[in-house]
Nanobody
Framework: QVQLVESGGGLVQPGGSLRLSCAAS????????LSWYRQVPGKERELVAT????????RYAPSVKGRFTISRDNAKNTVYLQMNSLKPEDTAVYYC??????WGQGTQVTVSS
């Protein structure tokens, strides 16, 4: 049974930073690319970043490139999203995903002064 548990969200001022974590279980972590998505109520889920299980380079949405960094720790079955220089438009619920149909509960990120 695939489980994806996101954490690390919160309220932060514009220009601040947060580090999200996603603890994964129920599948062979090292065989999968992992992605972070985000969703705002009333809008479609948006792909934010992807990290591969090979030497392929990480990929980012244009809106976050240069500010966000995705990484993974295969020993801990965990994927991270370091978010710097946060903007109000980054406010959303953030989810991780392994390319399948299973989703966690997400973690809320609110950027506001």
């Amino acid at each position: 049974q695939v489980q994806l548990v996101e954490s690390g969200g919160g309220l932060v001022q514009p220009g601040g930073s947060l580090r999200l974590s996603c603890a994964a279980s129920g599948f062979t972590f090292t065989r999968y690319a992992l992605s972070w998505y985000r969703q705002v109520p009333g809008k479609e889920r948006e792909l934010v970043a992807t990290i591969y299980n090979t030497y392929m380079p990480t990929r980012y949405a244009p809106s976050v490139k240069g500010r966000f960094t995705i990484s993974r720790d295969n020993a801990k079955n965990t994927v991270y999203l370091q978010m710097n220089s946060l903007k109000p438009e980054d406010t959303a619920v953030y989810y991780c995903n392994n390319g399948g149909g299973d989703w966690g509960q997400g973690t809320q990120v609110t950027v506001s002064s």
